[in-house]
């Protein structure tokens, strides 16, 4: 049962998919509805953060003992995707108390360093798909007129040779794939078709008359600005391809231009990185340390710096040495450098970063001041 929605990249309509998390909450479903009514559902459905329906026929439900066991097949679409065809499984089992917990179970990755989406020990299983698993248990659990507790484990078989495809070895995640994705739906586009969208999007806000624009990397930089309010001028997200989004705004004709992203990908900028995929160049440990070692860190933190998988667990590391703000005003003016030499005088041009975690970090002068010209604020 195909997902049938399709998204456009050039002169071809490619497939979209649906996430590990999606599959997870439609297989945690099957299970629970399997455990309370003693039927196997023959098809799932799902309304995902995007808005858009996934329905899916389990791969196979049935009784263990006294678990209730759903699969459900990995749907990519058209997407490049290492969990492409992976089987998401949920166990459901009665347990004592009325809560919903959800772990993970052999194939799920187990969390070990701080930093990340879950504490360490935790299963790698992100806060979307959680909301997700507990909200499609509880209402198979509430139509059912159930109130005992339940508990789910999710496993991936396989997945722990899956994940050396993956990241998460770098991450601090072992074991097995993380368990993933914050719209539930899998967008395919190729490189090309992303750089024209973002040179569209760029065109129609400057044939509106547009000539100050926001560019931000994803939907953790969209949802950090909608928190703010109504945004004072046009937002475009420019996904990884920062340096090319540069460029078309000085074909536009933009005279400013404010960037607002996530630290992991835009403190790559201190070191000229302008492809911020991780495919490209993963150095935010490296220059999280080199910047750190001439504010002064020792050799202790800077080796502890190295072994951060994320920027919030390096701002730990940091503020335990007391180096924070040093840093951060050192990597924000390297960043402000790199980004005013991309544009060439074209336009003023800065920064602003900030992590789900501890909110805005800071910001680079040109920033500043471009934030005060439009009397915005960012926090």
């Known amino acids: 049962m195909a ?6 990249s050039g002169d071809k309509l490619l497939r ?5 998390g999606s599959c997870a909450a439609l297989a945690a479903a099957g299970a629970a509805r399997l455990l309370l009514t003693g039927a196997a559902p023959e098809k799932l459905s799902l309304l995902t953060p995007a808005g858009l329906t996934v329905t899916v026929r389990p791969a196979w439900c049935g009784m263990e003992g006294t678990e209730a066991v759903c699969a459900v097949v990995k749907d990519g679409g058209d997407d490049p995707d290492a969990t492409h065809g992976a089987l998401i499984e949920a166990r459901v089992a009665r347990a004592a108390g009325a809560d919903i917990t959800i772990d993970g179970g052999p194939g799920v990755g187990r969390v070990t360093l701080p930093g990340l989406d879950q504490p360490p020990g935790a299963a790698a299983i992100n806060r979307v798909p959680r909301a997700m698993i507990a909200a499609e248990v509880e209402a198979v659990r509430a139509a059912c007129g159930e109130t005992g507790g339940l508990a789910v484990t999710i496993c991936v078989p396989g997945g722990e040779q899956l994940a050396q495809k993956t990241f998460n070895p770098h991450m601090g995640i072992v074991g097995g794939i993380s368990i993933l994705g914050t719209t539930g739906i899998v967008e395919p586009m190729s490189e090309r078709a992303l750089l024209d969208t973002i040179a569209l999007d760029l065109r129609q806000a400057a044939a509106r008359g547009e000539n100050r624009v926001i560019l931000t990397p994803g939907h953790y930089g969209e949802a950090f600005l909608q928190a703010l309010g109504p945004a004072p001028v046009p937002v475009v997200c420019c996904s990884n391809f920062i340096g090319d ?20 990908k835009l403190v790559k900028l201190a070191g000229s990185v302008m492809n911020t ?44 040495a007391g180096l924070r703000g040093p840093v951060l ?18 336009y003023q041009i800065g920064a602003a970063l900030f992590t789900n975690q501890y909110g805005l970090l800071g910001m680079t002068a040109g920033a500043k001041e471009i ?9």
Not at 3 to 8: K, M, P
Not at 329 to 346: F, H, P
Not at 372 to 377: F, H, L
Request: aromatic share 4%; charged share 20%; glycine share 6%.
């Open 245 to 264: 989004a540069l460029d078309e705004a000085a074909v536009q004709g933009f005279t400013q231009v404010l960037l607002v992203g996530h630290a992991g």
């Open 16 to 20: 979209c998919g649906y996430t590990t």
């Open 329 to 346: 005003a050192s990597l924000l003016e390297a960043i402000q450098q790199r980004l005013a030499r991309r544009a060439g005088g074209a």
């Open 371 to 379: 934030v005060q010209a439009w009397n915005m604020k960012l926090q």
């Open 277 to 320: 995929h991780s495919r490209t160049a993963d150095c935010r440990a490296e220059l999280l340390c080199a910047h750190a070692a001439v504010c002064g860190a020792d050799t202790e933190t800077c080796r502890a710096l190295l072994a951060t998988p994320t920027v919030d667990a390096a701002l730990e590391v940091l503020d335990k």
């Open 3 to 8: 997902f049938e929605h399709y998204v456009r």
